[in-house]
């Protein structure tokens, strides 16, 4: 089948094609002269050229229909098409700074990623979209970033319905999520199970539609100082479209079905229909709306060695619609509006119950069963602001609202403790989390202080709402105790006691939240910043940052940054950070709790998941959360000259005091049990500031375009991150000193520093022949250390993925994709049946669901 597939592709190449030309010319003022560091951008790329000391430029664009945009701070901006022309020169009028646009890692409005003192990727969602298999966001920077990791997870309760993703092998929630630039809503899910952000919560990425995003910024460096919060890994920014126009996009996909009883070929299939629309608003204005669904199915990688029946991909089906618009407010402000509402529904299996045991009902399930766990997620999201000038000072006033809701529901399961009475389906209840951000700023370009230099100020503030309701009484209670069976223990001969078992109570799977565990907490936080970008001289740049943040459940914190650049020639530059940051603990993991009920010798017993503060983290003299702080610093080197552009970019980032989930701590404990017995607790786990982490590592990035002949060019990108963290410190309490493996055993040790693998490579080959494309993507996957069930370890060996997919575009407003994701079907080393999961296989790597074949149609006009 792959074989047909490779032959197809490359027939169909060798009749068709896609062209690439190189363009070059000079910016201007009204009055001629040339312009420094004027930005040229082509629209719907990365690509962007600066000027040089006479104001030239050279900049590869697509084709003759590319749209070139020339910006430059204090100058209107001008865009044509190119046409014929392969020489141009622009001539920029003097404007206000409303036409000036910025990018992440820097609030100067004239700064690029060329020119930039951080390293910053940019990516271009629309050529991902057209080229990859993947559909959703996560699964998109996986494969384009990296520093980026996420893997899908299964059997990990909430996990399987929100990926968690990372930056530089951090945690999911100290990388902080922008949408043009303002601060993105978390996810009311803390991770506790699973092998990558576990005790973290995080930002659901996939609720926003790949459809209504322009481009991706990547900043890769600590930047608690400019933006607050979670900044300390780095930070997504996703700039939404602003075109205009209509394009739609039809995507189906599946996975090849290896080791599912069920299914012979096939299975997780993907279906995706998404549509964006742009209409101008007034003579400047504009509006842009999206609406996207996508259904995927489950994968099941099933082994008869393993505990469960049904191992793999969650089910899910996802609608989204979104909007960004502007419109002017005369000729010195305008209004600007986003958001958007992204309603999830998810089924996931949990472990199997087996006939005969306490859990099961074999009256209802004589086969035992698979219990299903349901989730309906909903986000919500709308931004509104005015910015605008006054006597040459930037203004921006913005007020935004942000909400993720998790419903919880149980399907096929039961409550044992009611036997034959059970219901069948429950409702487990759920959590929600939501945020009131409103900011304002102003900034001013000085054009001849030194070479340029932009100063900017701010004020945000933040309210934060927290909630965990309850469920159903059947979906948490134990109705008992409830005798299972008993058994007869004897010692050479001699009978010694009976044991008794009885039967477990909540819903089987996922046991709902009680009355007990209902929560409503609020915090504010106040925070202050000032900014300084200088362009010291043409060659060099200083860049410093100042902020104050007050939280109303910790205390307050100051961070700064400081970043250099040097230009030593015209193509080669040196640049340096440092920084300080730190990461507020989040509300989730503040006062998320769940107990469930256990009986022993015929005792029921409350096991808890206790909430920091609470009397039992008291009695244990756990102290109340505080903030992760950081130290980031970062040095690197970038190349451009003509179509290659290399940099490369080492840092070290030391956290104090990270926030993670400790093991469980019993009753019969010798030294804490009393303490316990005392509060009618069987055990408790809890989240503490447990340790200290240093990560190392590079970052790599080189991207050449060559010019075979007039038709045929070859575009290559290779990234490459290496990472290394070690754990310096566990800081426990003084009660609970020597049980350091109870706190933070090695198994969960193992799980933080694999969450990246040491060392991930891309290599991206496109080749074009006039208006078509072939891509080929070679990703590797460094060999990753973990710990099972039983204490053995399970090493995942190095695997490499080969991506293959071809674009035609057939029309001028019509175009086609097919293409395999994972060619050759790599899968992660099998394990025992001991692990994480309960599968073959952790969730590490490029996942376990082997191949994935799919096509796209889009039309545009």
Not at 83 to 94: A, H, I, N, T
Request: aromatic letters at 10%; charged letters at 20%.
């Amino acid at each position: 089948m792959k074989n047909h597939l490779l032959t197809m592709i490359f027939m169909v190449m060798s009749h068709l094609g896609w062209s690439q030309l190189n363009i070059t010319g000079k910016v201007t003022d009204a009055a001629g002269e040339p312009l420094i560091g004027a930005v040229l951008h082509e629209e719907g790329t990365d690509r962007v050229s600066i000027t040089d000391a006479d104001g030239m430029f050279s900049i590869s664009v697509r084709s003759e229909l590319s749209l070139l945009e020339v910006r430059m701070l204090g100058y209107a901006p001008m865009s044509l098409r190119v046409g014929s022309q392969r020489q141009f020169e622009f001539k920029l009028v003097e404007s206000s700074i409303l036409d000036a646009v910025s990018i992440v890692g820097s609030r100067s409005l004239n700064r690029s990623k060329i020119n930039s003192p951080v390293p910053i990727d940019i990516i271009d969602v629309k050529e991902l979209t057209n080229s990859q298999g993947q559909l959703d966001i996560n699964q998109m920077l996986q494969f384009a970033a990296p520093s980026f990791n996420a893997n899908r997870q299964t059997g990990a309760d909430g996990s399987d319905h929100v990926d968690p993703a990372t930056l530089r092998g951090l945690g999911p929630d100290q990388t902080l999520v922008l949408i043009n630039g303002k601060r993105r809503h978390q996810s009311s899910l803390v991770n506790l199970y699973g092998t990558r952000g576990r005790g973290n919560t995080g930002t659901d990425l996939n609720a926003i539609p790949a459809a209504s995003i322009e481009r991706i910024e990547i900043l890769r460096d600590g930047a608690s100082a400019q933006y607050g919060s979670d900044a300390i890994a780095g930070v997504i920014n996703i700039v939404l479209k602003e075109s205009i126009g209509f394009n739609a996009n039809l995507n189906v996909g599946a996975h090849q079905a290896q080791d599912n009883p069920a299914r012979d070929i096939f299975d997780g299939e993907n279906y995706q229909l998404s549509s964006n629309y742009g209409f101008k608003l007034g003579e400047k204005g504009f509006v842009n709306v999206t609406g996207d669904y996508w259904f995927r199915g489950h994968t099941n990688r099933f082994d008869p060695s393993l505990y469960r029946r049904q191992f793999g991909d969650a089910q899910g089906s996802n609608f989204n619609t979104s909007f960004n618009l502007s419109l002017p407010l005369g000729s010195q402000a305008s209004l600007y509006a986003f958001g958007g509402q992204n309603l999830r529904q998810t089924e996931a299996y949990a472990w199997s119950r087996d006939p005969g045991s306490a859990r099961n009902v074999d009256a209802l399930y004589p086969n035992g069963f698979d219990p299903r766990i349901l989730s309906d997620i909903t986000d919500r999201s709308l931004t509104a602001g005015v910015k605008g000038t006054y006597k040459n000072w930037g203004m921006d006033f913005s007020h935004g609202f942000g909400s993720n809701r998790f419903h919880y529901f149980g399907e096929g399961t039961a409550n044992a403790s009611l036997e034959e009475r059970t219901p069948t389906s429950f409702d487990d209840g759920g959590f929600s989390l939501s945020q009131l951000t409103s900011n304002f700023d102003i900034s001013r370009y000085f054009k001849n202080c030194m070479a340029g230099t932009n100063l900017a100020f701010g004020v945000e503030h933040r309210l934060e709402n927290y909630r965990i309701f309850a469920g159903e009484e059947a979906s948490w209670k134990t109705y008992g105790p409830v005798l299972f069976s008993q058994d007869s223990v004897f010692d050479n001969n001699m009978f010694v006691r009976i044991d008794s078992t009885y039967r477990p109570g909540g819903a089987q799977g996922f046991p709902g939240f009680g009355p007990q565990n209902e929560v409503n907490k609020n915090r504010t936080n106040l925070g202050a910043f000032a900014d300084v970008d200088m362009q010291v001289t043409k060659a060099f740049t200083v860049a410093a940052a100042l902020r104050f943040e007050r939280y109303s459940d910790f205390g307050n914190t100051i961070n700064g940054k400081l970043a250099l650049r040097y230009k030593l020639a015209p193509s080669f530059a040196i640049r340096a950070s440092g920084s300080t940051g730190f990461r507020a603990p989040s509300l989730a993991q503040k006062h998320f709790n769940s107990v469930y009920t256990d009986f022993v010798s015929g005792v029921a017993v409350d096991k808890f998941l206790a909430a920091n503060g609470s009397n039992i983290t008291t009695a244990l003299g756990i102290p109340d959360l505080k903030e992760e702080t950081s130290v980031n610093l970062g040095a690197g080197l970038t190349f451009n000259m003509d179509d290659l552009n290399v940099s490369l970019d080492a840092y070290h980032i030391q956290i104090k005091d990270r926030i993670v989930l400790t093991g469980d701590f019993y009753n019969d404990d010798p030294d804490i049990g009393l303490e316990l017995q005392k509060l009618q607790v069987g055990s408790a786990r809890f989240f503490a500031n447990a340790i200290n982490t240093k990560s190392t590592g590079v970052d790599l990035v080189i991207s050449k375009i060559f010019d075979m002949t007039e038709d045929f060019k070859l575009n290559l990108i290779l990234t490459g991150n290496y990472s290394n963290m070690e754990i310096d410190a566990v800081n426990v309490p003084a009660k609970l000193q020597g049980k350091e493996d109870f706190f933070l055993s090695n198994r969960e040790r193992l799980f933080i520093l694999a969450s990246a693998p040491p060392l991930k490579a891309n290599l991206n080959l496109q080749f074009q022949y006039r208006q078509h494309s072939l891509n080929l993507r070679c990703s590797y996957f460094d060999k990753i250390t973990l710990e099972d069930y039983i204490g053995e370890m399970d090493i995942y060996e190095a695997r490499t993925v080969l991506d293959l997919s071809a674009t035609f575009k057939l029309t001028n407003n019509f175009q086609w994709t097919l293409g395999v994701s994972n060619l050759l079907n790599a899968y992660p080393s099998p394990q025992d049946a001991e692990t994480e999961g309960g599968g073959l296989y952790d969730a590490v790597q490029m996942g376990f669901n082997g191949s994935f074949l799919f096509t796209k149609f889009s039309v545009r006009f």
